[in-house]
């Protein structure tokens, strides 16, 4: 770990302190407001310019390199305008999230569009706004080609192919194995070869992509999956005679330590580490497109629950909280591939001292496993008090699981104000009940019991 990972993550988790005590202070956070997700909008700038910067170090000059971020991370759109500030455009997969991209002033040059189901309503509309598309399969490839042919658009388009290196140590989340359902499987017979003809007989096919997978990844596959799609990129173009591939999608996928403060690896490594493994990635002859998600957002996440009741039973300790399967969906149902790293505050946010216990962090949910943390020894939490989920900011907060018709939480950005203390803006408002009445039916109450079959009384 270098000076730098280190001191940046001390000032991070002080910032996060401060937030935590100014969120409470301003009544962000209190008996009404049980459960916020805060952001750190200081330290989403620092990951996009370290990002921006670990590619600039290992680049040729003048080499276009886009880094977009995978809305699916963290789909809301003052967090994609904030990367759109900073340098990163969008990776999108689903109407939902181009629209957020646009909403947010992504321009669509800035913008890729990469999902296994897109139908041909959206590849329309991704081709007339000039957004880059990965195509998944040949049938994909197919509506391309019709696509294509009855319009002139400025989409750059390529193939995603999937290199079947192997997965990593979480299966739902390894995109690159033999049998991964996204894109087109290189080793499978005939595979490579198709693909190398579908970019001989199409000329506007100009990039090749590839994401080797999220969370649980190390960085050497990461490596191999790059390295693999690079070498056939190179092979193409030597069979058409011309660098007709002239911009390489290497995905995203950098995990994240969960278990510790500081950040390892870093974008700077992972970028020191395909210098080494493919040199030719840049030397200038192509473009590069990355999709980084998680990596940018999940430090700068912090989901904050008001500690409700705390109890024993059995002799086990319980602190119930207003976090749970809501806002930390994979870590109560997946808990050992999904750990997170609980702090403790008391009941004016500051940090709790100890001294420390076993306890388990239970969620507000009606079934006995949710739980955000289990056995963890922790300083004593009190009625009153707040329990942090840390490193929460993608994939968490931003993914509402509407169990037990539990409201979306409020979700808050936060800098200093430049006086020493905290200013917060309003990033998501929290739902109300009568939006989650709405949400559930609520205009059509009678709509089962006015419902007639033919022949029915
Ligand atoms: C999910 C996804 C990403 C982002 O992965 P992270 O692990 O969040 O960096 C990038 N590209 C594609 C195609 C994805 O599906």
Redesign the pocket.
């Known amino acids: 770990m270098d000076q730098d990972t280190d001191s940046e993550a001390r000032e991070r988790a002080a910032r996060r302190d401060e937030a935590v005590r100014g969120a409470v202070e301003q009544g962000l956070l209190g008996p009404d407001a049980a459960v916020v997700g805060l952001l750190d909008v200081t330290g989403i700038r620092e990951s996009a310019a370290a990002l921006r910067a670990a590619f600039d170090a290992v680049t040729a000059p003048g080499t276009p390199v886009l880094h977009a971020f995978?809305v699916?991370?963290t789909p809301l759109v003052p967090v994609l305008r904030l990367l759109h500030e900073e340098g990163i455009g969008a990776?999108v997969?689903s109407p939902g999230e181009l629209a957020l991209a646009r909403a947010a002033g992504v321009p669509p040059d800035r913008t890729v569009l990469?999902s296994p189901a897109k139908t041909p309503a959206e590849l329309r509309e991704a081709l007339a706004l000039g957004i880059a598309v990965n195509a998944d399969n040949p049938q994909e490839l197919h509506r391309l080609d019709a696509l294509v042919g009855s319009a002139p658009s400025r989409s750059p388009l390529g193939i995603?192919v999937n290199p079947q290196i192997g997965g990593g140590t979480i299966g739902a989340?390894s995109?690159a194995t033999r049998t991964s359902k996204?894109g087109v499987a290189l080793r499978d017979e005939g595979a490579r070869e198709w693909v190398a003809r579908a970019y001989a007989d199409r000329p506007w096919l100009t990039r090749l992509?590839a994401?080797t997978?999220?969370?649980g990844i190390p960085l050497p596959l990461l490596a191999r999956g790059v390295a693999e799609t690079y070498a056939l990129a190179e092979e193409i173009n030597a069979r058409i005679g011309r660098p007709q591939i002239d911009t390489l999608d290497i995905?995203?996928?950098?995990?994240v330590d969960f278990a510790a403060e500081a950040t390892a690896p870093t974008y700077a490594q992972y970028a020191r580490v395909l210098a080494e493994e493919v040199p030719g990635l840049f030397d200038g002859r192509y473009g590069l497109v990355t999709?980084?998600?998680?990596?940018?957002l999940a430090r700068h996440g912090t989901v904050v629950a008001r500690v409700e009741y705390t109890k024993t039973s059995g002799g086990r300790r319980i602190a119930v909280t207003h976090a749970g399967v809501q806002v930390a969906t994979r870590t109560v149902y997946a808990p050992e591939a999904w750990p997170l790293r609980i702090a403790a505050y008391d009941a004016k946010g500051r940090p709790r001292p100890g001294p420390e216990v076993v306890q388990d962090v239970a969620g507000p949910a009606c079934f006995s496993g949710d739980l955000l943390a289990e056995g963890r020894t922790l300083p004593l939490l009190e009625q009153g008090d707040y329990a942090a989920a840390l490193d929460t900011g993608?994939?968490y907060f931003a993914h509402h699981y509407a169990y037990n018709s539990l409201a979306r939480p409020g979700i808050y950005g936060f800098a200093p104000d430049g006086t020493g203390g905290v200013a917060f803006a309003t990033v998501r408002e929290p739902q109300t009940v009568a939006e989650v009445v709405a949400e559930s039916g609520g205009a059509h109450p009678s709509a089962l019991t006015t419902l007639r079959t033919p022949g029915s009384r």
């Open positions: 995978a699916k991370a990776e997969a990469d995603r989340t995109t996204f992509h994401h997978g999220s969370q995905g995203g996928g950098l995990p999709e980084f998600g998680r990596s940018l993608a994939y």
